[in-house]
């Protein structure tokens, strides 16, 4: 079992900046490959970043290319979500994830193991 708590989520301004921080627990850290995926109120939980087990590979959806960084320390078992120049669409609940690194960084929900339970942004416009 691998536990996921996320914190760093709160309210700000459109064009501001949050960090998202995801603690992990119970397994290995580095032998898992770490996401971030959102889910928006009426929508379905989406791909946000994927970062491979020692940080070498990131993939970051098209929609938050070049605001949003993904990155990982493994001696503290945490990955993050940098987040810059947010906008009105980025309001919704943030979730990190875990999968088993296999040399594939994933975006598909479906393959990852462990889920942590979300934190809020809400950007305002």
Known sequence: QVQ???SGGGL????GSLRLSCVASGRTFIHYGMGWFRQ???KEREFVAVISWNGGRTLHADSVKGRFTISRDNAKN???LQMNSLKAEDTAVYYCAARFYDGQLSYSRGEYDYWGQGTQVTVSS
Do not use: C, S, W
């Open 40 to 42: 928006a109120l009426g």
């Open 78 to 80: 945490t990955v993050y």
């Open 4 to 6: 996921l708590v996320e």
């Open 12 to 15: 700000v301004q459109a064009g």
